[in-house]
């Protein structure tokens, strides 16, 4: 495969967007074989090849935090706080996380799997080509395995690669209110276990919160994967600040996630653990917050900074990753090609992959064709899917 007559975004080190006009981009054998300007194209790559009309090529995106195997939905939720039920309210009404646990663990693996695939679908109707998707919404081992049993699945319904996250310290269920600790030892590390032996964990991930756990009740969780020799990701300082990302930073986790509440010496912990921070700008929006992350602060630091859309049943119901970067852009101020990093070069260190997520030779080739001339379009328009075609390791 041959693409000539493009403007490539290659999300490589040096100018902005790492951006190349009038270029071109080879594919062999599901790898990026050249990418330039078209007039140095080498004479072995002289092939007629495939005239792309000026249109913008990028890595393929993709969504490093998701939640998109879930039973149920929460929409009479969403309507009942419309309404003016307060949290309280909902939760007496069987709302919540709850609910959700409680569809989630009704729900049979196949449904579960049917269920994701609609979000998957949109997703790769964008372009994705990686979705991150976690366990947690069934807070007990059984539940657990068949969520990452589902998770898994996707890839041999779809065309997209998959990275699963064991979210077993994801809430404390009705069974073990007050009890938190015992949870984790007696539901949580044995889920763990079975789950990583069965081959259905690519990291390990938690939520560090005052409605959650601890990050004394998250590290045995930590040092767990530690020894099961699966990296760590966390969900921290999103409503308040717990300590959750230094904790990350100490296990050397690929990320932290949300990171609202971070401050500019938990940005340094992360700077010197190389740990990405992942912005959720979906539930931001959705629990009408008012904290914005320390995006200065990371920069200042050089910490990466990716974008998800966190697409869950309650708190981000958001299944587009190019919303997801236009929020970041209006309402974290991130700069176009620092949204467009975060979806591509970020996101993929955010997942510890280092095949994918720039376009240079020996990278998977998976691409992004736009029908736009200049990158920043992509996070400026708003419910527009300007994708022209998807390139998936090389097909497409």
């Known amino acids: 495969m041959l693409l000539r007559n493009a403007t490539v975004a290659t999300m490589a080190d040096g100018p902005a967007y790492g951006l190349i006009e009038d270029a071109a981009v080879a594919v062999e054998g599901g790898l990026i074989r050249w990418v330039g300007l078209e007039s140095d194209l080498p004479d072995s790559y002289a092939a007629p090849g495939e005239d792309m009309g000026g249109r913008l090529i990028t890595p393929a995106p993709i969504d490093c935090h998701t939640h998109i195997v879930h039973g149920g939905d929460r929409a009479r939720e969403f309507e009942m706080r419309l309404e003016g ?61 068949r969520m990452l049993r589902a998770a898994r699945a996707i890839e041999s319904m779809r065309p997209v690669r998959v990275r699963t996250s064991f979210l077993g310290a994801h809430a404390v269920p009705a069974e073990y209110e007050g009890r938190a600790a015992a949870y984790v030892s007696e539901v949580c590390l044995p889920a763990l276990e079975q789950a990583a032996g069965a081959g259905l964990v690519d990291a390990v991930d938690g939520f560090c919160e005052t409605i959650a756990f601890s990050a004394e009740e998250i590290a045995p969780v930590f040092d767990r994967a530690r020894a099961l020799g699966l990296p760590v990701k966390l969900h921290a300082e999103q409503l308040s600040h717990q300590g959750g990302t230094r904790l990350a930073a100490r296990y050397g986790a690929l990320s932290a996630d949300h990171v609202e509440y971070t401050t500019e010496e938990d940005a340094a912990a992360l700077a010197d653990a190389g740990s990405v921070a992942v912005l959720l700008p979906g539930a931001f929006y959705t629990l009408h917050e008012t904290q914005r992350p320390p ?29 997801t970067m236009n929020m970041g852009c209006t309402l974290f101020r991130l700069t176009p090609e620092e949204a467009l990093a975060g979806v591509t070069r970020n996101a993929a ?45 090389g097909d497409g």
Request: glycine share 10%; proline share 4%.
């Open 295 to 323: 995006v200065a602060a990371f920069r200042a630091r050089g910490v990466p900074m990716a974008l998800a859309t966190d697409c869950n049943p309650g708190s981000s119901p958001l299944a587009s990753l190019l919303l």
């Open 85 to 145: 039920a307060s949290y309280e309210e909902v939760a007496r009404a069987g709302g919540g996380i709850v609910s959700t646990v409680r569809a989630t663990r009704e729900a049979s693996e196949a449904e579960l799997l049917a269920g994701a695939l609609r979000f998957a679908d949109a997703l790769i109707a964008e372009g994705v080509s990686v979705i991150e998707v976690k366990s947690g919404y069934g807070l007990d081992v059984e539940t657990e395995l």
């Open 349 to 393: 260190k955010a997942l510890g992959l280092a095949d994918t997520g720039v376009i240079a030779p020996g990278m998977r080739a998976d691409l992004a064709v736009w029908d736009v001339r200049q990158p920043a379009e992509l996070a400026y328009r708003i419910g527009y899917n300007p994708l022209c075609r998807r390139i998936f390791g």
